[in-house]
């Protein structure tokens, strides 16, 4: 059976009178009257039938049982403050094992890491690149960002950002086999990531589905199409989020200023009972800023894709075509 213990408020009135050995500047630290204090105390005294204060002084001091009292109740005060300090704060130690979207994790994610280490330097991280919903019920696995509907129920989920899809092409494949118009996709090989159903949309966007298709290689996920892409096996459709540092360095670009929205989006999800811990909080909202600080350096990416589009062709390109409404499709 638990111990029975005074009541709180006597107690704090106690501690502050004796810890600033003053009932006035007790009754100021807790914002009540000297007599709500000296009434506090005397209540104090009556439940534990014992004399905390001599009253015989015009000073306050303390009886023998008082000093003995004081030092365990101010220590008590003090552990439970510390205690609920810490919870206003987010844990920066510990591990955290995180699976993400391949493409994501390469080619976003992993280039940030460098300011999420200098804030929480301990903090361990543990990442698995994967886009499978069963890392939600994974009890190895603390935080999921994945590609997709977001329909995942018995489980935390925030929609993190949606995107856009065009196509894209190495500089190499370029400058040997210009793409100067949609017709001229026929003489390259089409990289999927999909069903097939991502091209058939941008296709329709671009009023080009009566397009000859030449060779098709298909691969498990976005990652692997742009790396594809990038050592010039063909043209991929990249997006908003995993090609605009490669198409700012140079890397990929951009033949096209027509994008089409993609059918799905990207999630940041977990277990519910996970997502009340301080350190996956932590690295949620690093998360979070991250795409914020990324968003505002959106246009100079999409205006320096435009300028590499214009270098690479020798006759002017075609006008943009505005997008349907309603197009939606998927990527791996």
Known sequence: MAKRLPPLNPLRAFEAAGRN?????AAHELNVTHGAISHQIKALEATMQVQLLDRSSHRLRLTAHGAE?????SAAFETIAAAAEKMK???????????CAPALLSFWVIPRLSSFTAQYPDIRLRFNASNDIQNLRDKNNDIAILYGDGNWPDCWIRRWSDLELFPIVSSTRMNTNPIRSVRDLSGHVM????????????????????????????YSDARLGIDAAMHGHGVALGDTLTAASLLAKGQLIAPF?????????FYVACSNDVRATPIVTVFIDWLFAQLDES???????????RTLRRSQFSEPPPPRKSRPQGTRIRQG
């Open 191 to 218: 990289l999927h990531t999909d069903d097939g159903r991502e091209w058939q949309t941008w296709l329709a966007a671009a009023d080009a589905l009566d397009l000859p298709r030449g060779p098709q290689h298909h």
């Open 69 to 73: 009292l004081l030092p365990a109740i």
């Open 21 to 25: 050995h003053s009932l006035t500047r």
């Open 257 to 265: 200023n027509l994008s089409v929205p993609a059918a799905d989006a």
């Open 89 to 99: 704060r987010p844990t920066s130690a510990g591990s955290l094992t995180i699976s």
């Open 295 to 305: 968003g505002s350096r959106a246009e100079p990416q999409s205006l320096a894709r």
